[in-house]
Nanobody, 115 residues
């Protein structure tokens, strides 16, 4: 079955940067949509960034100008470049991929922004 494996999370100081990666493998699929969500303790899971097959991107207002979603189709991988990180960005980040037939979630990776 299709699996999404995330990496790149960790501890970073305020103002720092991280790049998250999410690679899809297994089975056969056509990627239609990539997105990133995050969930802080006690909060609802929040949409962060998305990219459609057409190339359109969208972001939650709180990350606009700081985060960038991109993809490498040859590697079936989506990235989230996070700059100017703030403590309120602290959360578990999840990637999601929508194929022609189904949707898949990554396992989540912890991002902690703290001094």
């Amino acid at each position: 079955q299709v699996q999404l494996v995330e990496s790149g999370g960790g501890l970073v100081q305020p103002g720092g940067s991280l790049r998250l990666s999410c690679a899809a493998s297994g089975g056969s699929f056509t990627i239609m949509y990539w997105s990133w969500y995050r969930q802080a303790p006690g909060d609802e899971r929040e949409f962060v960034a998305g990219m459609s097959r057409s190339g359109s991107t969208n972001y939650v207002d709180s990350v606009k100008g700081r985060f960038t979603i991109s993809s490498d189709n040859a590697r079936n991988t989506v990235y989230l470049q996070m700059n100017s990180l703030r403590p309120e960005d602290t959360a578990v980040y999840y990637c999601r991929m929508g194929s022609l037939s189904d949707n898949y979630w990554g396992q989540g990776t912890q991002v902690t922004v703290s001094s």
